[in-house]
């Protein structure tokens, strides 16, 4: 090469150099948890803001709550919800972010336009920009539990009404009441890594310090309960009354609602009237009420304690008049002797105090007439 050309090529090799930009790191910046924080301009009516995403580095991204298709009811059918996970793949390319959608199988695409340690802003459109925060945490390796139980009420409308309680052995209870996929007792397993996975990412909210209750000030909305257990053993429990409880902790626990449909259930058709009840303690004119998902986790202890001809010293009698056959429970906390419509009568022997070990006598009260 002549020492022309030479020039030339220098010349040309530095030209390029200088306008080349420089290679972003949103690739870096973006792995991790990140929460929905506002959206600009805000417009609550078209938006709404439970969500948040995990970005990992192998370019798998988890969207929580996850991703839903619901069918509106029919003459003959309920509505009802199809839940399709919270696992998705997504790119960066250039400066937009694809995350694939599983229902639409198509990409949904966002341009960055903002990214650090502590924010991300993602512009959907010509006019809106999503604000996210990222969540930085440190987890307890004390705070553990052993089950988890979550439980749905009734709304004014079609909220889907079921409880679910999961175990780290990988046993699974569900009962669906209403406007769900399946309605019924149902039972089912799981891989220890699912519920590791669950177990890690509560323990990212610090369940122990959230609230015993939370609460909107309106009416007809639904209450979600959660029980965190350990060795039989009432860790904490949170209502959460019109969706007041932490963002983060919401949107982890509402996927585990609809982890029935993500794995083979199997029906169980020896329940008991029990089951149906609200389990509560009374004496005299006093009560210990439960939350809905404590109540859940009661019955299923009931359901799988052996029966025993032995007699104890009842010190809680509860009377029910429903239209399940039960008349009355007769309990000291280990013993439950559950009356049927007719007299009859069969005792359950949990093999340990319900209410000594959860200390449930704090919360008796003075009866509402």
Known sequence: MTNHFKIIFLLFFTLTSCEKKPANNYANLIVGDWIFVKENPKNENT?????G????????CESKPGYFQTIESTAKEERKTTFFGTITKYKIVGDSLYILNPISKKWDTSKIVGINLKRLKLKLDAK?????????????????????????SPCFGSCPINNIEINKN??????????NSKNGYFKS????????????????????????KYAANWTDDQEVSVTFVKDNKILKSVTDYGRQSPKSFRINIEPLTYLYQKIKLEEDKTTKGFQYLNLRFEKSNKTINLTSSEIFFLSNLLRKAVTTTKSFKAEFVTKYDSDYNVSSIETDGRFFKIFAKNKSSVTYDLGFNFIEKNELKKRQKVKKL
Do not use: M, P
């Open 47 to 51: 938006f709404y803001s439970d969500f």
């Open 53 to 60: 995403y995990t970005f990992n580095s192998n370019g798998i």
């Open 128 to 152: 809106v920009v999503l604000e996210f925060s990222k969540l930085n945490y440190e987890v307890n390796s004390e705070e553990n539990f052993d089950k988890i139980i979550i439980s749905k």
């Open 170 to 179: 990988g046993d699974v209870y569900f009962y669906g009441a209403r406007y």
């Open 189 to 212: 397993k799981i891989q220890a890594s699912v519920f590791n996975a669950i177990e890690k990412n509560l323990k990212k909210v610090n369940f122990l310090n959230l609230k015993d």
